[in-house]
């Protein structure tokens, strides 16, 4: 599986977020800067993040976003789930106006259970061990 560039950024904005001193409130300017991702486009991932709830949103003149849970308790699976949407990266499987042989498809369960099994592994990691590899 090849990660969007929206997938790419939450994953590193958010070991940056790790890597900070516990409750630590990052700026996403800070972010975009460091991890050099656009800030506009880091922004509309962190909304996400932020519903997902795994960043909280901090206002006003020393706002920013800090983790809502520990980096132990979220998954690579939550933050790319939580980018992504509920929609999967694999539409025809999912979609089932986009394709008119989905009652018929031959491989449809083949890409459900590789999905399946893909996210059990991403699951599997947690933002803390990412933040350490880093």
Same mark, same amino acid.
Request: with cysteine; charged share 25%.
């Given at each position: 599986?090849?990660?969007?560039?929206?997938?790419?950024?939450?994953?590193?904005?958010?070991? /940056?977020?790790?890597?900070?001193?516990?409750?630590?409130?990052?700026?996403?300017?800070?972010?975009?800067?460091?991890?050099?991702?656009?800030?506009?486009? +880091?922004?509309? %991932?962190?909304?996400?993040?932020?519903?997902?709830?795994?960043?909280?949103? /901090?206002?006003?003149?020393?706002?920013?976003?800090?983790?809502?849970?520990?980096?132990?308790?979220?998954?690579?699976?939550? %933050?790319?789930?939580?980018?992504?949407?509920?929609? &999967?990266?694999?539409? =025809?499987?999912?979609? /089932?106006?986009?394709? &008119?042989?989905?009652?018929? =498809?031959?491989?449809?369960? !083949?890409?459900? &259970? *590789?999905?399946?099994? +893909?996210? !059990?592994?991403?699951?599997? /990691?947690?933002?803390?061990?990412? *933040?350490?590899?880093?």
């Amino acid at each position: 599986m090849q990660f969007t560039k929206a997938e790419e950024y939450g994953i590193i904005g958010m070991i /940056h977020l790790a890597r900070q001193p516990r409750g630590a409130v990052v700026s996403l300017s800070e972010i975009s800067k460091v991890e050099n991702i656009p800030d506009k486009f +880091l922004a509309k %991932i962190f909304q996400n993040l932020t519903k997902s709830e795994l960043v909280k949103s /901090h206002r006003g003149v020393r706002g920013g976003f800090s983790l809502a849970k520990t980096p132990r308790k979220i998954t690579m699976g939550e %933050i790319i789930r939580s980018v992504q949407g509920e929609e &999967d990266p694999m539409k =025809c499987v999912l979609k /089932h106006h986009v394709c &008119d042989k989905v009652a018929a =498809c031959p491989i449809r369960k !083949a890409v459900l &259970d *590789a999905n399946k099994q +893909l996210f !059990a592994v991403y699951n599997r /990691h947690s933002l803390k061990e990412l *933040a350490d590899s880093y």
